[in-house]
Antibody, heavy 121, light 108 residues
């Protein structure tokens, strides 16, 4: 049974750095792309970025300048860091397992429980 | 800028069938079967219900089915049940992963 469990700080001030970690249980870390997706309150889903076991990453162009996704394969964990946050970054952040077709990640079959991150002064 | 457009809301009565559309502004969506659908109940993580247009993951009811015609993908839920009341999101790859804006389904 694949499970993703995530954690991280839930309340940040503007200009601080958002940091979340997701642990993968019941699955090999290799062979998939591990993904972050967010959902502002009352709004839709936004793909943030992904990483694989080799450390290869793909980022949403709109967030790339502030975004770092990293992985610790020895722990089967991957992390998200988003710098210089503003109120617009307030959202529920999800980690998920991405499935690939060629070079394209195109669906997400296992999700973490979500972490609400609020940015407020 | 590519986008996936869904109706904001739909409703149906128990036992009825409803169809949620997902229309892409880019013709790239029609090229590949890279469409997936997610169900999200309030306060919960999204759940994959269809991938590659019409494939169901293990454990997903066969009341959920999908299709695609040109740049429009569709999710059909047959035999509506109270627990189907949720938000539904389509997803595809168009020069990056895109999600539709979501459809709130109300079961009357």
């Amino acid at each position: 049974q694949v499970q993703l469990q995530q954690w991280g700080a839930g309340l940040l001030k503007p200009s601080e750095t958002l940091s979340l970690t997701c642990a993968v249980y019941g699955d090999s870390f290799s062979g998939h792309y591990w993904t972050w997706i967010r959902q502002p309150p009352g709004k839709g889903l936004e793909w943030i970025g992904e990483i694989n076991h080799t450390g290869s990453t793909n980022y949403n162009p709109s967030l790339r300048s502030r975004l770092t996704i990293s992985a610790d394969t020895s722990k089967s964990q991957f992390s998200l860091r988003l710098s210089s946050v503003t109120a617009a970054d307030t959202a529920v952040y999800y980690c998920a397992r991405g499935r690939r077709w060629g070079l394209v990640t195109y669906y997400f079959d296992y999700w973490g429980q979500g972490t609400l991150v609020t940015v407020s002064s | 800028q590519s986008a996936l457009t869904q109706p904001a809301s739909l409703s149906g009565s128990p036992g009825q069938s409803i169809t949620i559309s997902c229309t892409a502004t880019s013709s790239a969506v029609g090229t590949y079967n890279l469409v997936s659908w997610y169900q999200q109940h309030p306060g919960k993580a999204p759940k994959l219900i269809l991938y590659e247009v019409n494939k169901r993951p293990s454990g997903v009811s066969d009341r959920f089915s999908g299709s695609k015609s040109g740049n429009t993908a569709s999710l059909t839920i047959s035999g509506l049940q109270a627990d189907d009341e949720a938000d539904y999101y389509c997803c595809s790859y168009v020069r990056g992963v895109l999600f539709g804006g979501g459809t709130k389904l109300t079961v009357l």
